[in-house]
């Protein structure tokens, strides 16, 4: 204050009060009106006039990213208040844009929102209620059944029909079912593994049991023929199979979920319910045999004898949710689509990814991904505000905040697999992630090799903007555009690069760039315009080499993307392979499961982080990967994080 120039107290004070020096305390009687100020002189740096001279997008964009970075936002971490905050302020300004909601509630009503949840690890349902009604005697749970993990909810009471294995396409021709068979109204009786001998050893594998066993083709083999329940049954003397009942812990990695009651009966209940309920009395031994020399398609049960079973479920999963709205296209591009998106979730106190160990302070990401949903909005505006000044055709906008993407792109992926819309019919997807960041060196642009067109459309863009590009062709990478390239839509991805705040409680909003954000929105919205109008929908190009990465703390990449999803029930499942990578050398593939590393048990993507981390680039490591239901050993030397 003392060292305030005399002529800034001219500037603020009546000519009465000139004389005065600062830090004194003046009389002043004049009205409210009369104390004046132009705003200048206590800051070295003027705001409203770095605002004013700059276009208006970058005072709103700054606003956006201010707000979704505010502590009140807890972080933004998936289920928790903030992440709800977080919604309702992208919901309200993609409304106040004139975009339409993209998605239908349960009840048909439109809806910005798209529910779902995830799980961190592999977690287990709750059982809520069950009841196994049979006969008119009702089964004790954990002692004659159990529900198990991928069951659905409801209550079924229902003829039944024993279909053996449940499998299709065995050995040597081998099917359990019919060429018309439905199970419609119907409650399947299942047993468990494969065909054994007499010895109860399967007939179709040297040790242990083939890949026909497995639970998923079995359940979905089932489904696919409309069963209204299903009751798995461990045949009884199969030697190398499991004992006792299987839990809901022991059985979260089956699949598929389904919708209709699914459990376990214990194999002497299951011989007596069949007995009673077979004409001719025969029980599960007898049925069982007959199954394993394939002399019996499904079997229906006499339609008056019924079971009852009931189950009911509540899932682990942390529950969040898409955002998107939609600027609807015209003429003969409206059924095309360009997707613009990018995740609003953070990390709240660090419950995922966190590079600084054991702190509970807010991690705000005003970069990490508030500039990226800034920069959605403002795109969003710009976007909506063409639409309606144009009248020629134009493909249809959606523009979509993704959740959950720091615990595994959750949000994407739940995305693509229940799509508003044909997937064939997008020509692009354009992903907002980090871009609050530029600096001398530039952006970067990724999936620039996606597409055949982005050859010739990207430097006719590049060239009218002030930016450096660094164009990088791969579609894959840590970000939600990878799993639309994986359903061969093309994509890119803009990026302004990792900084020291990343995933620390320093990304704060005053670290951004609000001037150069802008740059790379005019960049984008350029493209996002020309992909809207353009008379033919982008061609699809393969590019997954040079895949970006992201800061681990390790020395050495592997070059896989690991899967997050409760889909497996130990290991770390591989959602896509990088060429040229360790991975790819030593012949690993996508939906490998790795189970093993040297010689220990690999129990999930977290262990997999550490042990990269403890690892050195020439290091050879034997991994064991489960692949289509065989396992077998695979040597790969590790590569530097730069190879």
Known sequence: MATIDKLLITLILPASLCAQEPGTIVEFNESVRDFTSNGTGYSDVDLADYFRNQHSDVATWYQH???????????????TRGDDLATEYIEF???????????????GNPSWKQPFSFQLGRQSPTLVSSNVLIDGSTMVHSEDYTVLANSGNGSITAPLTFVGYSIEDGEDGYDSFGEDDDLSGRIAVM???EPLDATGISRWADENFSGHSGITQKMQALLDRNAAGVIMVTPPKALDGRRGLETLRSSRGYRP??????????SD???????SAHPKGLGLAELRKAADRDRMDTYDLPDDWTITIQTQLEDPGIKTRNVAGVIPGRGDLADEWLIIGGHYDHIGTGYVGSRQRNSNKYHNGADDNASGIASLLVVADRLSTASEKNDGDRRSVMVIGFG???????????????????????????NFDMMGRVSEKGVQVLGTGTAEEFDEMLPRHVAESPLVVHATPSGTGPSDHSTFYRKDIPVMFFFSGITDEYHTPEDY????????????INLATGIAEEIIVRDDILTYRASDSSSPRRGTGSRVRLGIMPGYAAEIETGVMVDGVSKNTAAAKAGLKTGDIMVGWNDKDLKGPGELMQLLRESSPGDTIEVTVLRDGETSKLSVTLQGIDE
């Open 65 to 79: 990213v201010n707000t979704l970075a505010n502590p009140w936002m807890e972080g933004r971490q998936p289920g």
């Open 404 to 430: 959950a993407e720091e615990a595994g792109l959750h949000g994407s992926k739940f995305f693509v697999d229940n799509p508003s819309m044909d997937l064939d019919k997008v020509s692009c997807m354009l």
């Open 509 to 520: 909003a005053w670290t951004v760039n609000p001037q150069g954000a802008v740059e790379i």
């Open 257 to 266: 979920r389904a919708e209709v009651p699914v459990i376990h009966l214990s």
């Open 269 to 275: 209940q299951a011989d007596t319910l069949l007995s």
């Open 191 to 193: 047993l468990r593994y």
């Open 93 to 107: 300004h993609l409304e106040h844009a004139g975009l339409s909601p993209a998605f239908t509630d349960e009840e």
